[in-house]
C-alpha cells in the first residue's frame, strides 16, 4: 500500500534558523505532491504543489520544496524561519489518477522568538 | 477566490440529535470531500462526491450522510452520534479532474455528548 512518510514529529528551531522537513513517499507511478500547512486554530492551507516540471517548486511564505524522483522525496525548506511559522505541516500525495490524499502523520514546528 | 466556507463554527450535539454541517464553494470546483481530523493527526477521508454523484465512501457508519444538493454545496447529515465521533469536520473541494489539488475549509468543531 501507499504511504508518506514524515521523518520529524516535532521541530523546534530558533528565530532566523533554516528548516527542512523530510518527506518520502512509497509508490513507484505517476505521484502529485503537496505540503499542507495549519496554523494554531486556522484551516489547512495549501503550502505548494509539484505535479511535473522543474522540481523544485516555490510556495507561499517564502517555502520551496524539491521533489527527487530517484529518492522518493519532496522535502520542504525554508531559508530564515519566523515566529509566524510555527504550524503543523502535512505532506501528502495523490497516486495516478486518484482523488485520495495519502497523508503523512505531520510535522509539529515551533520556532523560538 | 479559493474559499472554502463550512457552517456552524462550532456544534454540540447529544447522541440523540439530528444535526446539519453545510459546505459551500464558488471556485467552480466539481469534486467535494469531507474530512474528519482528531486532533494533532492528518484527516482521515469520509466521502468523495464527483460531479454530484458519490464516488468514494471510505466505510464510514451510517450515522453521518452525505449529501451534494448541487456542484457548490455539500451537506453532512448526523444522526445518533457517538462521543468518539466529537472531532473536527473538513470539507474540501477540487476540480474534477486529477490531479485533484485540495482547498480546505475551516472546518466545523463538533463535540458530541
Redesign the interface.
Known sequence: AQSVSQHNHHVILSEAASLELGCNYSYGGTV?L?W?VQYPG?????LL?Y?SGDPLVKGIKGFEAEFIKSKFSFNLRKPSVQWSDTA?Y?C?V?V??????I????T?LIIKP | DTEVTQTPKHLVMGMTNKKSLKCEQHMGHRAMYWYKQKAKKPPELMFVYSYEKLSINESVPSRFSPECPNSSLLNLHLHALQPEDSALYLCASSHGVPPYEQYFGPGTRLTVT
Open positions: 502529485n503537496f499542507y486556522q484551516h489547512l492551507q495549501l504543489k505535479f503543523e502535512f501528502a495523490t495516478d489518477s486518484n482523488y485520495q490524499l497523508w503523512g502523520a505531520g509539529k
